[in-house]
């Protein structure tokens, strides 16, 4: 069964030439089957595999499947080749799945779209990309799926492309994450010249071997790596394009957030934790940046207005919540909670898209309310995906991962009370922002009329991953609840295991008591302050200083204008200054003296005879003088 | 004699077209069909054929043999030509020459369907031109005599200069003239130097020859070997083109007609990376390493440069036009870095980047013909009215930016990371030059295709004589992008035997550190010594 | 004869010839200048015969005799064109003939 | 004199009964036909002659002349020049219905003039041919067609040819004054010390001797006159004057001084250096933004004689071939544009305005392309032997590394591309102007022959050089 690996990657792959080829000729329906289909097969087979791979593991818990060698030159000689091993299992899994769910409910969501087959078709491509960058069995295979995103983010979001914001949100999205893919691919110049390979398994054989703990290279290919994957998981400093990125059609958003693109910074860092372990010092970073991006990220949640802004900024909290996890050697939590957060995240994104369609493409929630009896489900599904996202004790997912995450910082070798603490806090900020946007849209007064009703082929979707969102997190029980924990077991076949301080506080239950506290207290506080007391909230919102603080937190913390004068105004400024190129005037300079030459030599060609014979004498004169005088 | 007829063909075929269409002026489209599609047959055949030569030859000759020396050619012609100054009409071709006659006739022939509806005026003369143009490159590629190079060298400035001035756009006299004052001034410094070679061999021993393969390894004082490799330097730098002796370019792509762009940015560019390969390094390895640093530095200011200029321009063409500048920036570091991973690099970048910008240009031309205009203030929503074209030039846009999966980023990725190994910061630069290539890819496709259709135009998708056109590329630059071992193995040999002529030289890494320069471990110390053997130190 | 020496001799034919040549800058009536160009010969003849009597030989003279044929013959052209000068232009002026410059 | 030396003498003598000929001739019967046919037969017999002269042994006649290799190369190659020229003449002067028997009697003389010239061994002969070249120049300007143009260049050419003269002579008699010596090898010792510590009165004569061919060469500073003659003159005698009485001076001044190997430091050479550098840099210069043809004809071929110094400073057999060689190649090219210019032209003027070629290319095909072909050799574009004879030219520079001319040569020749091409964008860009239509005027047989012969010509040997250049070997080893 496990030679079945390449195909999974290839159904999508080939949905997306087929898309690409036939693509005027084919009709909604076609296209839908086409698009969807590939993946949901690719879907079957990765169950398929996954369960052939569980049932009857391969030698050594790893398989490998090489297609063929992608060029060999210099000592180069990555392959076309797939690795498979219980981290890339889950994310397969994860990915093909929830990506069929979206793409199950994008051909209802799309129909009434006229670019209906290039959707699919950028979406499969998504997909497939997705998936080579987790089974890569090379970093430049990665990098290729790694790209591979991130053109589809482009794309995607820039779907709707005759309204340019869309289009400077997609562009935004690549430009960004490409800065990042720079410093990434820099990473692997220099792990190709240290360690003469690029596959990762051997890489990371050979960075252990020839490189001690703290030495130069490896705090320099894990730093560049991190910078790869910061920027294509949102991560401060690369933050600013995932707001932004919202410009897309919704499915586009649940797929960037849930399945694809997003984690794939958590994956990289997780895949090549060799190297973080190496340089403990860019792992602290990576923990300071996750603790950092998660408390900013909630803030700015906090301030949004627009539905998927806030969830946009939740994911990258979340994504926060992953790095921090991979900063204290939490490698397996970390995946843990991409999982349950892929499930929730869909769902609320789903969700979202449900209530968006039916408001006929509303997007404020200010101008939504009161819709919990109009959209049941979609409600249903919204309250299961926050409660999710706050990590509401016991019955959600989230809180199982979650806490697993807050768990770890304190309790790992590496972690600390600080960052224990801003997860802590993280978490109350993403009850509180949570269940702010299901009173706010689900509660209160109706403000605009619902249009359209979401049919089945939308509705399966939400039900399935509320399933999933609710029963997700039962993979992996927390140490007081019992040791039941078949996904940490599963995934120690291919991550380090975690060192924690002997007898930690961590798990001895208060911690996880005081994340269901902090959570509880979340729902608490946005019932008080917005059902209960919502026009004091008001008034409070329109005094100066919060006003300020609300208007700061909207705009993210002005990382966009920063950006913007620091980079952006200046090169538009030089390109507009150079527009003629800057070298020209050298040439054209020339050009004009010569012009300027023959002006002058030719007034002297005045056509009188006796100047003719002066010039000859002169000349002749100036001759014997130098002959005679030298 | 199959080499012969690679220059011929299109040099019979090129009158022919002409005196044909004096009757009968599509006669002309057809002869200059035939005359590309002929050659590139049986180059491709003889690819093909000789594939297993290659590898034999590689394998037999094996690191540490210079093939190049030693006359393992594929095919070769030596024959007299004008003996009283020793030159010689010495054809040679090997993997490299290969690759680029097969580029050459395959944008010989894009040229000729390119300008299928676009040229109606004096129709024979043009393809009278295309071919002469065809058949000087071929030359080009194939000379080892150093006269015979530079004749040919300057023999296709003639048809290039005219395919501007006469099918051009508004400026075309303009810009062929300065081509043309370009090139030759250029061309004419890197003639000083092969006559100063000329004489400083002949000198030593007696044998004046412009016979490259004797002229190798010529011994000079360092001053001169600087000031020579400046002359051969400043001929390809101009031909690249390199910053900052770039400006030509702009105006000559962007005033040329679509087949005139098409051969300039496919192939004629090219033969300043060529030359660099194939003749400037080769023969001063010494000077071109203490060159090294301005060298990269023009390189990585090219790289960048030519992409935010890029950015600032208006009109599609000449956007297109500096991404050119932008992408042999690569090459120029590729063949600074002169390992065996950045050599790679620059030929498949040599191919990618003919197939990606020969597109592009291409479709800039069939959108002109449609919309009137290059201005890109005047487009807009494009993808609307022709979502074909949209969709393809997204991917030549893609292509462009080095995206992983085509030709360009295998390309872009061997040269930065053969780079890397050499100089980090050249590097890390030309790296950062792949964010503004997306920068100024994704804005022209904004520009162009995305938005709203504000101006109203309608004009027909692409038909299927373009289509084909753009498939057959499209597929190339996939193939490449995911299998170019067949094109690294054709070049190997020659990549390998260059790097072993420059052995002796600080430019070449030791042989010690084997795997950089691709030889196997074990076999280093035999490599070595042989390398020892042929050094060809000329700069010292 | 041995009181003119041979410095004395091209002395004269340099003041001659540098009388002919001012004159050639300086006046404008074609038939002038003809005859300005006529001392210069002239003056390079005397300059032969004194060098033909120096070195003894007849050589001198005999490239005298060729100088005055062909100045002859130079001013039997010279004539003939200034007749045509002034038939196009109305006067002897050889500043007029400044129609072609540039 | 001896009977054998009379064999010897015969393309002297053969060229000096030709003009007699055709004058008798044309006493008798006034008919422009017969006139260019005795002159065609004249100097047919010319160039046979020179294949029996070069079967003798002894070539020196007289301390005058010698006819060695060299002398009868050259004579060839004026003699087959004088015949394309005439047969251009011929279409020229029909249409202007002119009777112009006695302008071929001219011709021939001043042939005859250039032939003396180019076997000269001697001050005396080498005056006499000068001014049988120049006198009968005068005449051709000025003689065939009355008009304003053509007076003025005369009268230009004439006052400053006559005075060069006295220059030249004056130059002559203070030499001769000081050594004694009239002859080429009596010379050379002075020559080859580069002037270096002679006495001032050899100083002031070499110095004026040079002035004179200077000005025949017209280098700078001694080239007012050559945009005017050219463009005065008609345009087939522009293209005698640019070739035939240019090319034997130079084939003279190379007599003289291919013996020597001046000394790169003597005065001599830098005066040489001096005024090649000069007129390459004036003369493309002035070329730049001309637009009149044949002024920009005059003005490249200032330039032209300032390439050649340069060959002719540098030392060894290489660079007498490549003199002789870029000569040759001058001659061609020089005579297929004038040919085109005279071809083209309209009985009232000749097509001398760039704006007379605009869409030529349209009008007349074979003709722009031939006059294509020749500009482009005028640049040294490979295909012609421009380029041969160019690259020939910087290769004896380099050779006796001459790296500042060489440098000076190829950044102007660059310039020069540019008003070479200015012409072609004319013919083949540019739309014609109102009115033009005259300029159309088809081509005649006889001058399309000559034109596509030397065509042919520049082609044929700038792709395959090496029969020449083993030709020009030989004639140019016989200097020694």
Redesign the interface.
Known sequence: MLQLLWIIPALPAAGFVVLALLNRHLGRRAAAVIGAGSVGLSAVVALLVAVSFIASPPPGDVYRQVLWTWFDTGGLAPQIAFYLDAMSVIFVVVITFVGFLIHLYSTEFMERDEGYTRFFMYMNLFVASMLVLVLADNLLLLYLGWEGVGLCSYLLISFWQRDLQNVYAGRKAFIVTRIGDTALIIGLFLLFTQLHTLAIQPLMAGAAKEWPVGSGFAVAAAALLLGGAVGKSAQLPLQTWLPDAMAGPTPVSALIHAATMVTAGVYLIARTNVLFTLAPDVRLAVAIVGTVTLLYACFCALAQHDIKRVLAYSTMSQIGYMFLALGVAGWSAAIFHFMTHAFFKALLFLAAGAVIESLGGEHDIFKMGGLRRKLPTAFWAFIVGAASLAAMPLVTSGFYSKDLIIETSLGSVDGNAWLWLGALVGSLLTSIYAFRLVFVVFFGDQQTPVTRRPRWRMLLPLWVLSALSLIGGFVWLPEWMGSFHPLENFLGEALPPLKTVASSFAYTGVSALLTSLVAVVGVALATVWLVESRAALGDFAARPTPHALQEFWLNGWGFDWLYEHVFVIPVKWFARVARNDLVEPAFSGLAWLNVQAWRALSASQNGVLRVYIAVAGVGLVVILAFVVLR | MILLWYILIPAVAAPLAWLLSLSRPQAARWVAVAGTSLPLALVTWQWVAQAGALRAAFAAHGPGVAGLVQGTWLADIHA??????GISFFLAEDGLTLIMLVLTFAMGLLAVLASWRGIQERVGFFHFMILWTTAALAGVFLSLDL?LFY??F??M??PM??VI??WGHEK??YA??KF??FT??SG??M??AI??L??IHGRATGTYTFDFTQLLGTQMPSATAFLLMLGFFAAFAVKLPA??L??WL?DAHTEAPTAGSVILAGVLIKIGAYGMIRFMVPLFPQAVYDFRTVGMVLAVIGII?GA??A????DLKRLVAYTSVSHMGFVLLGIFAW???AL?GVVLQIVCHALSTGALFILVGTLQDRVHTRDMTKMG?L??VA??MG?TA?FFA?ASLG???LGN??AE??I???T??VSKWA??LG??G??FA??YA??MM?RA????ETHALRFNDLVPRETGMYAALIAALVVLG????PL?ATV?QTVTSVQQITAGSPLSPKPTSA????IPADRAPAAAAVADGTTTDGGR | MAAVSLDHGLILAAILFVIGFVGLLTRRNLIVVLACIEIMLNAAGLAFVVAGARWGRADGQVMFLFVLAMAAAEVAVGLALAIRFRQSLGRLDVDDADEMKG | MTGGDLITLLPLIVLTASPVVVMLAAAFWRSHALALTLTLVGLTATIVSLFIAAGRTSRQVTPLLSFDAYALFYIGLLTAATAGVAILSWNYLQRRHVHPEEYYMLLLTATLGGAVLVASTHFASFFLGLEILSVSLYALIVYPIYRTQFVEAAVKYLVLAGSTSAFLVFGMALVYAETGTMTVSGLAPLLRAGLGGADVVVVLGVVLLLVGVGFKLAVVPFHMWTPDVYQGAPAPVGAYVATVSKGAVFALLLRYFRPVSLDPGSSLFLVFAAVAIASMVAGNLLALRQDNVKRILAYSSIAHLGYLLVAFLATGERAAIAVTFYLVAYFATTLAAFGVVAALSPPERDAESLSDYRGLARRRRWTATAFTIALFSLAGMPLTMGFIGKFYLVTAGAGSALWALIIVLVLTSTVGLYYYTRVVVAMWVRQPDEGAEAMGAAVDGASGAVLAALTAFLIVFGVYPAPLIHLIERAVSSLL
């Open positions: 007299a030509w004008i003996s009283p100054l006269f004749f040919f300057e023999m400035l003639i200069y005219f001035a006469l075309r006299v062929a003239i043309f004052i030759q001034a004419l410094l003639l000083i006559l100063a000329y004489f910053f900052p770039h400006t702009p440069y935010v200029m950015y600032a321009q208006r390992n065996t991973l790679q929503g993808w609307a979502p074909r969709g997204m893609l995206l992983p999966g980023f295998v990725f061997l930065l990371v053969g890397w190994q590097a890390v790296a950062v792949l964010v997306t920068v994704l804005w904004q295709f995305q938005g709203e995911f299998y170019p071992q690294i190997r795997v950089q320069v691709g």
